[in-house]
C-alpha cells in the first residue's frame, strides 16, 4: 500500500512526522519519492494537457473574433451599398461569432484556472520532493556515521591492551632466558666430565687396610713354598 494516496497528501506530508513514525525511516523515504515520481510524472501530463486546450481554445476564440471583425466589415460595406437586408444578415452573423467568443473566453479562464492549480501543485510536489532526496541524503549520512561509531566502538583501544601485550611478551621473555640459561648449564656440565670426589679420612683407612692385607697375602705364600 502506498505512503501516498492523492496528490494533496504529498503536497501536505510533514515528512519529519512521518521519519519518526516509521521503523526504516530511509525505506520509507526511497518509497515516498518513487511515489512522488510517479505522481509529479502524471501531474506533468495532466499540465501539457491542460496547456495544450488552454493554447487551443485561445487559437479558436482568434478565429471568431477575425470572423466577427470581419462581418461587422461586410455589414458596413453592405449598408453604404444600400443593401440593408445582406447587411442585417451579417450582423446576425456576427452576434453569434460574439457568443461563441464570449463563450470560449469563459472555458478558457476556467481552463486558465485549472492549469495554474495544476502548475503549483507540480511546484508544490517537487518542493516535497527535493524535501525528501534531501532528508534521505542526511539519513543516509547518519546511518553511515553510526556504523562508523559502532565499528569504531568495537575495535577501540584504550591502551590496555598494549598492556597486557607487553606484559605477556616480557612474561615470555624472562621464560626463554631462563630456558636458555639452564641449557647453557648442562652443556658446561656435560664438557667437564666425571668430577672425581675428593678422598675423604675413610678412604685413606680402607687403602691402608688393603695394602696390609696384600702383603699378608704374599707373605703367607712365600711361606707356603
Known sequence: MGIFARVSDIIS????????????PETMLRQAIREMDAAIARTMEATARAIADERLIEHERGRHREQSTELLACARARVARGDESSA???LVRRQEQEKLVAALEDQLAKVRSS????????DAMRVRR??????????IARDRAAAARRELAIHHDDGTSDVRGL?????LRKTIERREAEADALVELAGCGEIEAPESDGDHQVESQLRVM?????ASESNER
Open 13 to 24: 506530508a510533514n515528512l519529519n512526522d512521518m521519519v519518526e513514525r516509521f521503523e526504516s
Open 167 to 171: 606484559s605477556r611478551f616480557d612474561h
Open 115 to 122: 492549469t495554474e492549480k495544476i502548475r503549483r501543485q507540480l
Open 214 to 218: 696384600k702383603a699378608e697375602v704374599v
Open 130 to 139: 527535493a524535501e525528501a532526496q534531501r532528508m534521505l541524503h542526511v539519513l
Open 88 to 90: 442585417r444578415r451579417s
